[in-house]
């Protein structure tokens, strides 16, 4: 999707081309979104990265940034009728509710089964993209089918690609976690095929910050669920769990499979003069993983992207349903350096 910003003259687009385990992958859109605003004309889609926040919010989206959490109260439980798993195949999903901050631990993060700890050698591959409710709702706010199209085929083109990046699970005193900041650098930067990150730190939040992991019986270098990342360029995007959860029928502890997903909240922002105000997006990532033996690992990602209520005129058409659905194959080798 392409989108113009008429306060600035710049083009902001959709989130469209990459998508990883965990986070898997919603970031290598952000390159692409730089181009974009910097006026190099890049196309993504809306899936993967949506709508800019209207002006009289950009304040405090731009104080998000740096600063709060990206949810105040967060009260609603999950529930669904389908496993976690069963969602990689359907093609209408409704996304999921708030859960971030409902346990009030301050330590809060998906923990994944004891048997991913470690560093990885992995491969991702695109095998289909899909806009379950018609292409207008990924053209754009105004619904562009030209748009639509342009972004469809941009997508197509990727089709049975494999992308190669390196990824890092922990093993920390409460669990097994993602090493969110490393696996974000790598993500960015092999999507990218170039090093385009210069920074990526952790940043607390209520519902995971420091002095809670601490207190728990943490780490002061154990992983937490929101990120803040600065670019090789006048760009910067903090990015926060605001749902979470696993299939309960897998008993970590036993089962060789393991089905997970994160609602991911991101927030995208010019550091330079630019009056751009920023730009939020919701992607749902979905992941099954399976242990093939105790170096490898195989399995299915899905990225499902949702419209936003801010800006959008199709948000209330769409029902709170995923637009977009891109389906990725993974697998991952015990990294042997």
């Known amino acids: 999707m392409t989108k113009t910003m008429m306060n600035c003259g710049i083009m902001v687009v959709g989130r469209c081309s990459v998508a990883c385990l965990s986070i898997l992958l919603l970031f290598s859109i952000t390159i692409l979104q730089i181009d974009a605003l910097n006026g190099n004309g890049a196309t993504i889609s809306r899936r993967q990265f949506a709508l800019r926040i209207p002006t009289a919010s950009a304040a405090s989206a731009a104080a998000t940034i740096f600063g709060s959490s990206a949810t105040n109260a967060a009260t609603t439980s999950p529930s669904s009728s389908t496993t976690i798993a069963n969602r990689l195949t359907s093609d209408i999903l409704t996304s999921p509710p708030i859960t971030a901050g409902t346990k009030y631990t301050g330590h809060e993060n998906l923990y994944f089964p004891q048997w991913m700890a470690g560093d990885w050698d992995a491969t991702q591959t695109l095998i289909s993209t899909k806009a379950p409710l018609g292409m207008k709702f990924i053209g754009g706010p105004q619904g562009s089918i030209d748009v639509a199209q342009k972004v469809m085929n941009d997508q197509t083109k990727r089709l049975n690609e494999p992308v190669d990046l390196k990824l890092r699970f922990v093993k920390t005193n409460l669990g097994v976690v993602e090493d969110r900041a490393y696996n974000l650098r790598s993500r960015l930067d092999s999507f990218a095929g170039k090093s385009v990150v210069a920074s990526v730190n952790y940043a607390d939040v209520r519902e995971s910050n420091r002095a809670s992991v601490l207190a728990a019986g943490g780490l002061e270098s154990d992983p937490l669920m929101t990120t803040l990342v600065y670019f090789k360029g006048p ?21 060789d499979a393991w089905s997970g997903y994160e609602l991911d909240r991101s ?15 919701d992607t749902e990532i979905i992941y099954s993983l399976k242990r093939i033996g105790d170096d490898r690992v195989e399995g299915r990602l899905r990225l499902a992207g949702y419209l936003n209520p801010q800006s959008d005129q199709l948000y209330f058409e769409a029902k709170n349903r995923a637009v977009s659905l891109t389906d990725y194959t993974i697998v991952l080798s015990r990294s042997k350096s």
């Open 235 to 255: 760009a910067a995007q903090k990015t926060f769990v605001i749902s979470f959860g696993q299939d309960p029928s897998d008993d970590a502890s036993r089962s």
């Open 267 to 281: 927030i995208f922002a010019l550091t330079n003069q630019s009056t751009a105000p920023p730009v939020t997006t």
